[in-house]
């Protein structure tokens, strides 16, 4: 198996699956805090108590949203070199466990704690 230079569409391809994922996780963060806050007004009676933990909460949501933004955005203008050296590494997994797949076996087990004891 001959190892190949990643494509454009490998790349725009596992950019799009980043950033969907980020989009998915800030959503689900913001419902998962709308929901709390929903949840939290019931039982907390003290109003100045509330509005401490939720806008705390909010700080943090904003901040996580504000980080996954930058990420983005980082991935967006390195995202070549990053991607591009990630998916070399894949590629030449693939094709070491393609020429010697009792290698390749070996090289996973190792790396999840079957790890062999050889003697000198």
Known sequence: MQVTAPSEAQISSMYRRDLCTAILFVVILWLTFTVVVAL???DIKSGLLMFVLAFLGFAVCTL???SMVATMRHLREQGD???RQELYW???T???RARS???GRKLKDYYHGKRETREF
């Open 64 to 66: 996580n949203t504000l």
């Open 94 to 96: 693939r094709a070491d």
């Open 90 to 92: 894949l590629t030449q």
């Open 40 to 42: 939290m007004t019931d």
């Open 101 to 103: 797949p009792r290698e």
């Open 81 to 83: 070199k990053l991607y």
